[in-house]
């Protein structure tokens, strides 16, 4: 299985890929494990250009949804219209009747739109003046937050948040890096709208199934379990990882596995994955948050306290 090798070859020799492996790689992540993703980081990093280059490479339908305070519920499901020529309702489908939906900057919209992504992200399916309508799969929401603004948002609930598989905070690139963004400015755009499918969308479907069957140890499991009880008796911690946050662990821990194009979980794989796992689940005490511990440090201290399983 090569699909993510490949998809870095084509994104390297396109040059559209500058310091975004990462991202890359934890965005594919999370579709081969059937969840979604909350992509935090300041305007103008390409946060949309990352999840358009990957749907278009695997070659999945992809629409993108901007959150505003006034867009409402049916503008992302959709709506019944009347047609005066058949004198019958019929459905107008939204944006999320797609594979990939890119909800931009999120937490602008009101907490009833936030909601109207509830339903999908957890059963697949939507519900439209009592009718429920079930998604195609792959489905993945990828939705993106800025989180330097203050003013105009509505913080998403912690269990909307908790909604999301993984959350990539994606920044700057290096002055190297930056430099080579300047002198290719002019061919991304083009580059990104060239991109042509690596696979049909039959294989990426056969490959999540694939992924879902990485063999996992016991030992191993008793290893993700003790990293999630122990964020939930760290000082620093109000509320620790949840059951769900040790099953998006697995879920994403085999899928990391996988695109190494293995069969079985290691310790690594779980360390790889731990803080886009864990910390968006983790809500610290406010004294501590004042002194500037964070999330990733606290999972990074969990980390170096918990027994790796020997081979």
Not at 162 to 177: E, P, Q, W
Not at 247 to 260: E, H, P, R, S, V
Request: aromatic share 6%.
């Amino acid at each position: 299985m090569s699909i993510m090798k490949d998809i870095k070859r084509v994104l390297l020799d396109s040059g559209i890929l500058i310091e975004r492996e990462f991202e890359v790689r934890a965005i594919v992540a999370c579709l081969l494990a059937r969840g979604h993703a909350l992509i935090e980081g300041v305007p103008g990093v390409a946060k949309t250009y990352t999840a358009k280059s990957v749907a278009k490479l695997l070659n999945l339908d992809f629409r993108r949804v901007q959150m505003t305070p006034d867009l409402l519920p049916s503008d992302i499901v959709g709506y019944y219209v009347f047609d005066q020529k058949t004198g019958e309702f019929k459905l107008r489908k939204g944006p999320i009747f797609t594979n990939i939906l890119l909800v931009d900057e999120i937490n602008r919209a009101s907490p009833r739109t936030q909601s109207a992504l509830l339903e999908a992200m957890q059963e697949r399916q939507v519900t439209i003046e009592g009718q429920t309508l079930k998604l195609e799969e792959p489905f993945m929401v990828l939705a993106t937050q800025n989180p330097i603004e203050m003013e105009g948002v509505f913080p998403l609930p912690e269990a909307q948040v908790d909604r999301f598989l993984a959350k990539i905070v994606t920044g700057y690139v290096s002055h190297k890096g930056f430099v080579e963004l300047l002198k290719r400015v002019h061919e991304i755009e083009q580059a990104i709208e060239n991109l042509k499918p690596l696979v049909p969308k039959e294989v990426v479907l056969e490959e999540i199934r694939r992924a879902a069957e990485v063999r996992v140890d016991d030992a191993v499991l008793d290893y993700i379990a003790s990293i999630v009880e122990e964020t939930r008796v760290h000082p620093a911690v109000r509320l620790g990882g949840s059951p769900r946050a040790g099953i998006a662990m697995l879920k994403l821990a085999k899928a990391w596995a996988y695109l190494d194009e293995r069969n079985y979980v290691i310790p690594d794989d779980v360390k790889a994955v731990a803080k886009l796992a864990l910390a968006h689940r983790i809500i610290l005490k406010p004294e501590y948050e004042i002194q500037g511990v964070t999330s990733e440090r606290v999972i990074e201290s969990v980390l170096s306290k918990v027994p790796v399983p020997k081979p």
